[in-house]
């Protein structure tokens, strides 16, 4: 595989449950993040690791986890969620450096995870 | 604090027709400057980028010139075909310790007709 993938890519799930969503990547990247991305909003940033270390949470609710447990893995664990949090939920990986450096990287995304709370 | 500006769509054009989406931003100091394209039940691809003032970024018939003194980078292409119906966003590149974090515009729906 190549790239950044994304499992699953659909995934029903009721208010109760819990699940968890995986990303991989194959890039040698040391950033990882997780977006969610809804529709007729902008991207939303939810977490950002820099080399397995979460270096960003953008107010998001706890009741989505993040893990990361190397460079190339990530994961979202989700549990009692809310039909708002039904969306598409992308992954993406990037080079990890600091200064201005940093801004020629880009990011390079998963398909996503289609995500439907009942 | 860092923004960016997307004109709203859907743009629907005809097979062949000139193609500008319009983007703007707001930002302190010098950022990169992207624009993704989103295919039909896939991810963000990244489609141009630009990384200073006046440089131009091309990819597959698609330009964007990077304008500083009007914070403007706007999306064109010259023809374009049905396979370029997509969702297309804007970004920047914002200078953080962990590295470069994009903020997104919210992105212009293409819908091209033969």
């Known amino acids: 595989e190549t790239g950044v993938t994304q499992t699953p890519r659909h995934l029903v799930m009721g208010m109760t449950n819990k699940k968890s969503l995986k990303c991989e990547q194959h890039l040698g990247h040391n950033a990882m993040y997780w977006y969610k991305q809804s529709a007729k909003k902008p991207l939303e940033l939810m977490f950002v690791y820099n080399f397995k270390e979460q270096t960003e949470n953008n107010s998001v609710p706890s009741r989505f986890s993040p893990e990361c447990p190397n460079s190339s893995h990530l994961f979202l664990h989700l549990h009692t969620l809310q039909p708002e949090d039904s969306a598409l939920y992308l992954c993406a990986s990037s080079q990890a450096s600091s200064g201005d450096r940093g801004l020629l990287y880009e990011q390079y995304f998963g398909p996503g995870t289609r995500l439907t709370v009942t | 604090g860092d923004s960016v500006t997307q004109m709203e769509g859907p743009v629907t054009l005809s097979e062949e027709a000139f193609l500008t989406i319009n983007c703007t931003y707001t930002a302190t100091g010098y950022p990169s400057l992207f624009w993704y394209v989103q295919y039909p039940g896939e991810g963000l691809q990244l489609l141009l980028k630009?990384?200073?003032?006046?440089d131009k970024g091309s990819n597959k018939g698609f330009e964007a010139t990077y304008r500083k003194e009007t914070t403007s980078f706007h999306l064109e292409k010259g023809s374009v075909q049905v396979s370029d119906s997509a969702v297309y966003f804007c970004?920047?590149?914002?200078?953080?310790?962990?590295?470069?974090?994009?903020?997104f515009g919210a992105g212009t729906i293409l819908r091209v007709k033969s």
């Open positions: 630009a990384t200073k003032a006046d």
């Open positions: 970004a920047l590149s914002v200078r953080r310790e962990y590295g470069n974090k994009l903020v």
